[in-house]
């Protein structure tokens, strides 16, 4: 006796679209926190011996230095809020406080005056925190 054809199974779509839309939801969130921590105003300097970022940068704050060509001065953003080297000092304390192993990680521009960085990395220093990165790029990106 001949058994009956079998049917082609049916394609289910709704549980397809929900991992999908899990993976959006993760995907945008990742990216909008390194969006948050970068400014794109920073022009960064140029290093082409530079080592690659770690990978366990979790416990991070980053201090976008910008310049202002205009007035010929220097800002500090971090978390969206501009700050005076002196202001950095309670507040990387607080953070170094609440996660031992904080870093910074400055990323000054190109035309920042030295004596400015210094400013920055004393009252880094002067908080406590130890572990100070750089960030740079490997060529120079055209306008």
């Given at each position: 006796m001949r058994s009956a054809p079998e049917e082609d199974p049916e394609f289910q779509i709704a549980p397809m679209i929900d991992i999908l839309l899990v993976l959006l939801v993760f995907f945008m969130s990742i990216s909008t926190t390194d969006a948050l921590q970068s400014n794109k105003e920073v022009n960064l300097p140029v290093a082409k011996d530079a080592k690659p970022p770690d990978k366990g940068a979790g416990n991070q704050v980053v201090l976008n230095v910008t310049w202002q060509p205009v007035s010929g001065s220097s800002n500090i953003e971090v978390d969206s809020a501009i700050l005076s080297p002196a202001d950095l000092v309670p507040m990387l304390r607080n953070r170094l406080v609440a996660v031992p192993q904080t870093r910074v990680l400055v990323?000054?521009?190109r035309n920042v005056r030295y004596e400015?960085?210094?400013q920055i990395l004393k009252s880094v220093g002067d908080?406590?925190?130890s572990n100070i990165t750089f960030s740079v790029?490997?060529?120079e990106v055209p306008k």
């Open positions: 990323r000054a521009d400015y960085l210094r908080s406590g925190v790029v490997d060529k």
